[in-house]
Nanobody, 119 residues
Framework: QVDLVESGGGLVQPGGSLRLSCATSTRIFSRAAMGWYRQTPGKRRELVATFTGAGSIIYGTSVKGRCSISKDNAKNTLYLQMNDLKSEDTAVYYC?????????????WGQGTQVTVSS
């Protein structure tokens, strides 16, 4: 069982904010490029924000300017701060950890946390 434990989802009004967290093990956190994706029923999973293996950040076009991805190395935790939320941000948000290290390749997903934006 892979430990990518997401938290922080919930119901928020339009214009509100949420911070999602994804806690994991030292092994995964130290080797993986980690990011956030989201999915709604009937649609493909889409990128929200991710760190690349080189340490840069890529944001999805639908959230650019409204989200900020960060991490706390001491806590092995990835965060996603979402501001000015809109109804179209309603989705299940997934934490992803991918390693391209030859000796330890993996691509793990968390169980997902529901974010609902509604008045």
């Amino acid at each position: 069982q892979v430990d990518l434990v997401e938290s922080g989802g919930g119901l928020v009004q339009p214009g509100g904010s949420l911070r999602l967290s994804c806690a994991t093990s030292t092994r995964i956190f130290s080797r993986a490029a980690m990011g956030w994706y989201r999915q709604t029923p009937g649609k493909r999973r889409e990128l929200v924000a991710t760190f690349t293996g080189a340490g840069s950040i890529i944001y999805g076009t639908s959230v650019k300017g409204r989200c900020s991805i960060s991490k706390d190395n001491a806590k092995n935790t990835l965060y996603l701060q979402m501001n000015d939320l809109k109804s179209e941000d309603t989705a299940v948000y997934y934490c992803n950890a991918e390693s391209s290290v030859d000796s330890d390749r993996f691509n793990y997903w968390g169980q997902g946390t529901q974010v609902t934006v509604s008045s």
